[in-house]
């Protein structure tokens, strides 16, 4: 008989949804699955994934007190003291999936390989979150930040997206949001010519749940960086054109059946 399988994810958006095809991979090798993360993030997950014990991992201070007997624990921190606690616990063994790799394959084909696992074909272009994408071609969605500014293209870059998608056809709308730790290019945004128009909305410091639900029923395309808003999008099944400049786009891209990626440097003066 399989054993129960547990996850246990903290981290940011984009850090969660890649860990999705994980989480289905798991299925087939556990007799159970199930994820500690963050509340707001198992919410973004419908229906299709009932079959996931979900777990807030903000919730509980001693999460391991609840293990399932005879578990195979994933975690992606390195803390031995803790994993030894989980195997005192009743953990069958424990395994640690490296959160940030720089080089090599895909982060998702990396944790598959450390876990002894086998990916099926096809998980690149699926969207784990649904596919919402209505053909449209009306309004495009900009996220300029990320969770690092080293990962940011300039602010004038996604500016200029947007007033080139404007101009080309007169219906044409440009929804920018911004992130908490985004001030600085909210900033840039003020300051810009594209507060004035009345065809440029800005969403910002808003939950998960609602960027979620707009983009479902807004968004035609997505622009941005390496973020969580573009994974978001991505597994929304929501064209995407996601720019590289300080991550590794062999790594870190997203799954989704609509993406296209670029680095900044090579590609810098390319704009939809």
């Not at 129960?4 to 940011?12: K, T």
Request: proline share 5%; charged share 25%; glycine share 8%.
């Amino acid at each position: 008989m399989t054993e129960p399988i547990v996850f246990f994810r903290g981290g940011a958006l984009g850090d969660f949804l890649l860990l999705l095809p994980i989480l289905e991979v798991a299925r087939e090798y556990g007799s159970r699955v199930c994820l500690y993360a963050r509340s707001p993030y198992l919410t973004l997950l419908d229906h299709n994934w009932n079959w996931l014990e979900k777990y807030d991992i903000d919730e509980k201070p001693d999460p391991l007190s609840d293990l399932p007997k005879s578990s195979q624990v994933v975690t992606f921190w390195r803390d031995l003291d803790w994993q030894e606690q989980a195997k005192i616990l009743g953990a069958s063994r424990t395994n640690f999936i490296n959160p940030r790799p720089t080089d090599g394959a895909h982060f998702i084909q990396q944790a598959i390989d450390s876990l002894g696992w086998t990916l099926v074909s096809g998980w690149k272009k699926k969207s784990y979150l649904g596919n919402y994408f209505r053909g449209g071609d009306q309004t495009l969605w900009i996220h300029p930040g990320s969770g690092g500014e080293y990962k940011n293209l300039p602010f004038f870059y996604f500016e200029e997206a947007a007033q080139q998608w404007m101009e080309s056809r007169e219906d044409r709308q440009v929804i920018f949001s911004f992130g908490e730790a985004d001030y600085k290019l909210l900033g840039n945004f003020k300051e810009s010519e594209l507060v004035k128009s009345s065809r440029v909305e800005t969403l910002h410091s808003v939950d998960i749940q609602k960027i979620r639900d707009e983009m479902v029923q807004r968004a035609d395309k997505f622009m941005g960086n390496d973020s969580g808003p573009g994974h978001l999008a991505a597994n929304l099944g929501i064209p995407v054109e996601i720019a590289f400049c300080g991550t590794n786009k062999s790594v870190w891209r997203p799954t989704g059946p609509r993406v296209k990626t670029y680095y900044w440097d090579a590609d810098s003066k390319r704009i939809l």
